[in-house]
């Protein structure tokens, strides 16, 4: 009995767990567009809305299209990608997905937007849609980053860094690695 318990909590805890990346390179979560980039969102009204009634805008994304859903990279999961040729008709106003067959493989990855500093994925790599201030990583969901090799003329994958000064590096170590231990131990409760 007991050993059925721990296995159906570590189950329960492995399913937790990714959603939110690996505990070595988590998602940032509800905290992307309320801590990390609050200046992209918008008051919209299309149907990805999120429960304030925000979109994000991407600013380095060039398309007729840019309003995107207000959650749009908080945890694992493949994205609506609206403002993309590759992903949406956009010829359209709302643009339409595009049948499978018709959508790039990167379309139907799960990623997520990470803290460079707090993540060891090979492949955090700087975000085009929101460069300067975003990170993405596909590995930490499991899946592969091909969007970058196909879609991008600058970027490369795994060119993340962490920019902290010396001062809070280490105060800022220590709240991510504890918060972290927290993340993996609640998972497991």
Not at 19 to 32: E, I, K, M, R, S
Request: charged residues 15%.
């Amino acid at each position: 009995m007991i050993r059925a318990i721990i296995i159906a909590s570590l189950a329960t805890g492995a399913i937790a767990q990714a959603n939110v990346g690996l505990a070595t390179c988590l998602c940032l979560q509800d905290a992307l567009w309320k801590t990390y980039a609050p200046q992209f969102n918008i008051k919209c009204t299309w149907a990805w809305v999120n429960t304030e009634g925000n979109c994000v805008v991407p600013k380095g994304l060039a398309s007729n299209f840019t309003d995107y859903p207000g959650d749009f990279g908080e945890a694992c999961k493949i994205w609506e990608d609206p403002g993309h040729s590759a992903c949406y008709d956009l010829t359209t106003i709302p643009p339409q997905v595009k049948p499978i067959s018709e959508q790039a493989d990167w379309c139907l990855e799960e990623w997520c937007y990470i803290d460079p500093c707090s993540c060891d994925a090979a492949d955090a790599t700087k975000s085009d849609y929101f460069p300067g201030a975003l990170f993405y990583s596909y590995a930490t969901c499991g899946a592969k980053n091909t969007y970058t090799a196909a879609e991008s003329a600058t970027n490369t994958v795994g060119n993340a860094e962490c920019a902290t000064n010396t001062e809070t590096s280490d105060a800022q170590s220590l709240t991510m690695g504890f918060g972290m231990l927290l993340a993996v131990m609640g998972t497991m409760a």
